[in-house]
């Protein structure tokens, strides 16, 4: 039997993404349950990674965002140039396309139905994130961690469903209740393997 607590722990990992604080923990736990399950639900892509070029709707290529699976989760790493100073909403968009323009990108990749945002009750969406924070200088650095997405070809979560996923860059901050919150489109980039 596994102690109570571990479960609990493990549970949070499925509804949220998690800060890489506590991902050594996570990763922890996640050898203990595996351990204890046989491991049988680890992802067959672990170490697989996936990449986003992000454009402005000129085309202008702003930054990049790296995916990398691993056997809790999928670790996020994006680099964004030219925003403007501040809090900018970030998603993964249930759709792989930012053509003719960044509607084509869909509303935000929530597979399982829940509603968005982290504050929205039964919430977030499996493609929310915390806000990119950009300096004085226009550029934001941050990496994410989230067990709600997978790099696996396959399950409901799969960033590779039929019609793929994309990234993107807000212009106003997520209030993570409001879908509408964050505002226009201003930074787009399919996601794809490699
Ligand atoms: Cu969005």
């Not at 501040?86 to 829940?114: E, R, W």
């Not at 994309?166 to 993570?176: E, G, S, T």
Request: charged share 15%; with cysteine.
């Amino acid at each position: 039997m596994l102690p109570p607590a571990l479960i609990l722990i493990r549970d949070v990992t499925r509804e949220a993404p998690v800060t890489t604080m506590i991902r050594g923990l996570l990763a922890t736990t996640a050898l203990l349950l595996a351990a204890a399950c046989g491991g049988d639900d680890s992802p067959e892509s672990v170490g697989a990674t996936a990449r986003a070029t992000l454009a402005m709707p000129n085309g202008h290529a702003v930054g990049q965002v790296i995916l990398t699976q691993t056997a809790t989760g999928v670790l996020i790493s994006a680099e964004v140039v030219g925003l403007t100073p501040g809090a900018h909403g970030f998603h993964i968009h249930g759709v792989g396309a930012c053509s003719p323009d960044f509607t084509a990108a869909g509303s935000h990749f929530a597979p399982d139905g829940k509603p968005h945002g982290y504050l929205a009750e039964g919430g977030p969406h499996a493609g929310d994130l915390p806000n990119l924070h950009a300096g004085e200088d226009g550029s934001a650095r941050a990496e994410y961690f989230t067990a709600a997405v997978t790099l696996d070809s396959g399950p409901d979560h799969s960033l590779f469903d039929d019609d793929g996923s994309a990234f993107i860059v807000h212009a106003d901050p997520d209030d993570y209740r409001d879908v509408a919150s964050a505002g226009a489109r201003i930074a787009c980039g399919v996601i794809e393997r490699g």
